[in-house]
T-cell receptor, first 108, second 117 residues
């Protein structure tokens, strides 16, 4: 069965420190992975997807098939990065499976 | 606001009552999804439409739940004989079919918060 695991419910870092939000997945097919973010009082929105190999707001994520991971990283955290982050796995047939989310707090 | 619109924002109902939610996707988006989210959990897939066709439905979805998208535009999600366990945030998302399906991006609404007393 497909599954997305985000082991940290809460994560706090100081401004300027590196941040890494962990995501592991379980899927027998070819995975498509995404990070979605929800800022305070805003809607859930796409942050980045592995297929695009993009850097958005300084965040990057690399798909590691050997470790079945898709960790989200940023070298220098900013206060505006404080938000809820969800890792999502898309499987064939168009279903998206979301993790339980990590609440990131960047301390000024 | 030309984003995904959901109505109502909040719904309080008594156990056993029926409720209906509405979702208006971004115009010209041909795909529409319903998700449910409870406290401390991520969004859980309920069902998915491409145009007016309901293509997938979660096996976890009780037969008390039904969704429609009659003209391929707005969608409704109805819950019959509500139970306290149905209390959750119900999210709608829409997307546009891309030539490269991997570029598909979900646009979420603000959700409908259902409380069943």
């Amino acid at each position: 069965a497909q599954r997305v695991t985000q082991p940290e419910k809460l994560l706090s870092v100081f401004k300027g420190a590196p941040v890494e939000l962990k995501c592991n997945y379980s899927y027998s097919g070819s995975p498509e992975l995404f990070w979605y973010v929800q800022y305070s009082r805003q809607r859930l929105q796409l942050l980045l997807r592995h297929i695009s190999r993009e850097s958005i707001k300084g965040f990057t994520a690399d798909l590691n098939k050997g470790e079945t991971s898709f960790h989200l990283k940023k070298p220098f955290a900013q206060e505006e990065d404080s938000a809820m982050y969800y890792c999502a796995l898309r499987v064939t047939g168009n279903q998206f499976y979301f993790g339980t989310g990590t609440s990131l707090t960047v301390i000024p | 606001d030309t984003g995904v619109s959901q109505d109502p924002r909040h719904k309080i109902t008594k156990r056993g009552q029926n409720v209906t939610f509405r979702c208006d996707p971004i115009s010209e988006h041909n795909r529409l999804y319903w998700y449910r989210q409870t406290l401390g959990q991520g969004p859980e897939f309920l069902t998915y439409f491409q145009n007016e066709a309901q293509l997938e439905k979660s096996r976890l979805l009780s037969d008390r739940f039904s969704a429609e998208r009659p003209k391929g535009s707005f969608s409704t999600l109805e819950i019959q004989r509500t139970e306290q366990g149905d209390s959750a945030m119900y999210l709608c998302a829409s997307s546009n079919r891309q030539d490269t399906i991997r570029l598909e991006k979900l646009f979420f609404g603000s959700g409908t918060q259902l409380s069943v007393l």
